[in-house]
């Protein structure tokens, strides 16, 4: 008698059900394609009691959230409705290999013209946190951009206790004018530019601004419960104190890279940056309301910010675990005490100095602080205010009446070409583009936080900083007091870097280095040099393509306080940018 070697009906089952989750497994690992069609339109939107029209996507306000996992595929189709040409850059995102996907205008893309598209692709590489995307040219990303959550790897827990709920809170600045008419009108008087009219929590003036009870974030919980906010910083000019009344809040994670969890009263998220914190609700109904507040830190001269408080409301769930009585009946109580939290001075430094030393890496073996021990190149950049003269029978309105403001690194002010940067690079076509000498360090040296040099101006030009593939950089920023000490936030697209080391004054190349923290220093994605004193950073040029450095000061930005590396092609395949996709924008 012949022996079947058939498999049982059950074993069968079994081995397939083994199969499928393997295949489960291996999805996991490498991720999944997640599509996302976004429609740049324009739409009216009331705040502070007037209407305007504004660029959106999708007619949301703030954007939608895109939501993925480490490893997984972004393919977003990004079509252009509106009558302003538009880029999208994905903010902290490491686009390894992919700058065409950046997104900067004129850096790595031509932008978007009216009744275009373009498909920004690029896979999420070893990241999970919360960052966020906005528009990228002029002043657009006032009212363009979203939240960007990346979720761990399927299996893979929070190194932290999981919070009952997840909720983004995006700051942002609303103006009752048109931010574009406000640039232009700045650039051509030389002036700054007028400062906005509210701050907003996703979309949302609040109680405090006149006729906007009604615009109110609302966050509602449970007593008992853990929530983790995603802060994310979307204003244009201001770095933002936050704070929710008697409550604490730990944080857990910036620029989407995981901290030791420290717990403070209050916090400073500047523009550009993301702070994921656990905010535990109290045991019971406390039979209270609380504001979220945010407010401006800074330094600067009078009337170049806004210097207003927008609040949410924290509210507790009256019957958090039973059905609610009826539909008309709300579960929510708001006829009760409000308290408001105490928030810094305005030019609170060294509440921000001390802030900021708090944040460290977990330096764990599954989380490491993979900060360079040696390096390759170093580089020192002064960053501030200057001058430019005032054109030929003009009179302006900069610091006198014969100069316009202006911005630099090391003395140039950053011109922003015609033709991308990238594009430029790739096809060998560089010449009256950009020149590749930024300079390393300022060609003429004077006393950065002292008394200022008689003259104020700065140079202009489009030039790049080249580093070789593989190389470790060094980049000690300088804030300069020219016009005055402001912190500048210091956004670098491509990479994340470590802050080896901070302080104020003008930083000692002899001294300064032995303090340095190269055992668990925070590494993020945009950092803020400190008013009056200088930051020291280090990263791994493992990422080839031209990447844009910028400070996060929309008007600082637009003054020339930006500039780009140019990271060459290793030797290797997997070292070497890949060819821009067919429907790269066209300038």
């Known amino acids: 008698m012949a022996i079947s070697s058939a498999l049982p009906c059950s074993s069968l089952l079994m081995a397939a059900a083994q199969l499928m989750l393997l295949a489960s497994v291996v999805v996991q690992v490498q991720g999944i394609t997640r599509h996302y069609d976004f429609n740049v339109t324009m739409a009216n939107v009331t705040r502070l009691c007037a209407s305007k ?56 893309q031509c932008p978007i013209q009216t009744g275009q598209s373009y498909v920004y692709n690029y896979t999420v590489v070893g990241q999970r946190g919360t960052l966020w995307w906005h528009a990228h040219i002029s002043w657009l990303r006032a009212t363009v951009y979203g939240p960007l959550v990346i979720l761990p790897k399927l299996g893979v827990p929070y190194p932290f206790p999981a919070p009952y709920k997840e909720v983004p809170v995006i700051f942002g600045e609303w103006w009752l004018a048109d931010t574009e008419v406000v640039i232009k009108q700045a650039l051509q008087l030389g002036a700054g530019p007028n400062v906005s009219d509210a701050h907003t929590i996703n979309g949302l003036p609040g109680p405090l601004y006149n006729c906007s ?24 000019n201001d770095e933002l104190f936050f704070s ?29 940056q993301t702070t994921n914190v656990l905010l535990a609700a109290k045991p019971s109904y406390p039979g209270a309301n609380y504001y979220m507040s945010a407010a401006p830190y800074s330094t600067a001269r009078p009337a170049t910010f806004d210097n207003t408080t927008v609040a949410g409301i924290l509210e507790y769930e009256l019957y958090p675990d039973a059905p609610r009585p009826s539909a008309s009946a709300g579960s929510f109580n708001e006829a009760l ?25 977990l330096a764990t073996p599954r989380y490491p602080a993979a900060v360079p021990r040696t390096v390759d190149r170093r580089f020192f950049f002064a960053v501030g205010l200057g001058t430019h003269p005032c054109p030929a029978n003009a009179t302006c309105q900069g610091p006198t009446n014969t100069t316009q403001f202006a911005a630099s690194v090391n003395n140039v ?7 991308a940067l990238l594009h430029s690079h790739f096809t060998g076509l560089s010449s009256g583009v950009y020149s590749p000498d930024f300079p390393v360090a300022p060609l003429a040296p004077f006393n ?42 210091l956004h670098l697209h491509g990479f994340n870097f470590f802050v080896v080391g901070q302080g104020y004054g003008n930083y000692d190349p002899v001294n300064d280095p032995s303090k340095f923290n190269l055992v668990d220093p925070v590494e993020r994605n ?37 500039m780009a590396w140019l990271v060459l092609d290793g030797s290797l395949p997997h070292q070497k940018l890949l060819p821009p996709p067919s429907d790269l924008p066209k300038c």
């Open 213 to 236: 009870a009604k615009d109110t974030y609302k966050l509602k919980v449970k007593p008992g419960k853990t929530y983790m906010l995603r802060l994310i910083n979307a204003a244009l």
């Open 448 to 489: 950065y936080t002292g008394t200022p040099p008689n003259n104020t101006n700065v140079a202009s030009g489009t030039k790049l900083m080249v580093v070789p593939y593989g190389a470790n950089v060094e980049l000690v920023m300088q804030g300069t007091s020219i016009l005055g000490v402001e912190s500048h936030p």
């Open 53 to 108: 029209s504004i660029i959106t996507v999708n007619g949301q306000f703030p954007g939608p959230k895109i939501v993925a996992r480490e490893g997984d595929r972004l393919v977003i189709r990004v079509t252009n409705h509106a009558q302003h040409n538009i880029s999208l850059h994905w903010h902290g995102i490491r686009q390894l290999r992919t700058g065409w996907a950046d997104g900067p205008a004129y850096i790595t």
């Open 244 to 272: 929710v009344a008697n409550h604490s809040l730990t944080v857990v994670e910036v620029d989407a890279v995981y901290v030791k969890p420290f717990t403070v009263d209050t916090l400073l998220i500047a523009p550009g």
């Open 526 to 562: 945009t950092v803020g040099v400190p008013a009056g004193g200088w930051v020291a950073i280090r990263f791994l040029a493992d990422n080839p393509g031209v990447w844009f450095m910028h400070c996060h000061l929309e008007a600082h930005t637009t003054w020339g306080l930006r």
């Open 413 to 419: 002010s950053f011109v922003l070409p015609t033709k």
């Open 337 to 361: 005490p409000l308290y408001r939290p105490t928030l810094p001075q305005l030019n609170d430094t060294s509440f921000v100095g001390n802030f900021t030393a708090k944040l460290r890496s």
